[in-house]
């Protein structure tokens, strides 16, 4: 089918085989008028019956389907993916927040390709997963990532967190490139540097506390979109490279 034939590849390329796969590839074939729910209802089960396995199968079907090239392929597989976040052991939720997976869903909101209305939707249900009260602790992680990074949440999706989280989270202005690198810039004509309104050389007891709060502020962002430049520097690394001692990779292993 020329959907399942994608330029965006970050599984492993093969589609799973196995009964949940089954039932979530035949749920969601875009030649559908909709989604076959009584196929994706009966897949839960069986993920239930055998959470381990079932959720190691779900997900990477799940992943295989997402690099189709037309949108309502993805669609229906992004709808498939919010029902079973919702209705299914936590150990489907655990397999979806893994490095490997959240690598994958941070690559695939990426891509050039993907039409805004999958992106919003994977944005939507990615806030829903992080803010819910039964959440996997990772998904509200993940989720934190995603906002500092700078994707675009709409409000209602994170109407949950307070504005103080909100404004914690703020990120940096980044822009992507080509080749996937960040890189953090200061738009002069939105976002200048905090000014300090008394004399050079001045005490620090006679700085206003709205004039700290906006240089803490201005030094976490940029912080933020340096730490995010570096991480991205050692992800796409060749594998020729010996970076075991380094300190980046240390700590994002650690993330």
Not at 128 to 140: C, V
Not at 164 to 193: I, N
Not at 232 to 246: K, Q, R
Request: hydrophobic residues 40%; aromatic residues 8%; neutral net charge.
């Amino acid at each position: 089918m020329a959907a399942f034939l994608p330029k965006f590849q970050f599984s492993s390329g093969v589609r799973p085989s196995g009964e949940v796969s089954r039932l979530i590839t035949a749920a969601t074939n875009f030649k559908l008028p909709e989604v076959e729910w009584t196929l994706v209802f009966t897949a839960i089960e069986r993920i239930n019956a055998h959470p381990a396995e079932g959720s190691s199968e779900a997900v990477k079907t799940i992943k295989y389907s997402l690099e189709a090239t037309d949108p309502v392929a993805i669609n229906y597989t992004l709808s498939v993916l919010d029902v079973l976040l919702k209705n299914c052991v936590t150990e489907f939720s655990a397999e979806c927040t893994t490095k490997d997976s959240r690598k994958y869903f941070h690559r695939f909101l990426e891509r050039k390709d993907l039409a805004a209305e999958n992106r919003g939707k994977l944005l939507e249900i990615l806030a829903d997963a992080g803010t819910g009260s039964t959440s996997h602790p990772e998904f509200r992680k993940f989720l934190e990532a995603l906002i500092a990074a700078g994707f675009k949440f709409s409000d209602a999706s994170l109407s949950k967190l307070s504005p103080a989280e909100l404004e914690r989270l703020k990120p940096a202005r980044t822009t992507t490139s080509s080749v996937k690198s960040r890189v953090t810039y200061l738009d002069s004509q939105k976002e200048t540097l905090p000014t300090y309104s008394n004399a050079l050389n001045a005490d620090i007891s006679s700085v206003t506390h709205r004039e700290r709060a906006e240089w803490v502020h201005f030094d976490c962002n940029l912080a933020a979109g340096c730490a995010g430049m570096l991480f991205d520097t050692v992800e796409d690394a060749h594998s020729s490279i010996d970076l075991t001692h380094n300190v980046v990779v240390k700590v994002r292993h650690v993330l």
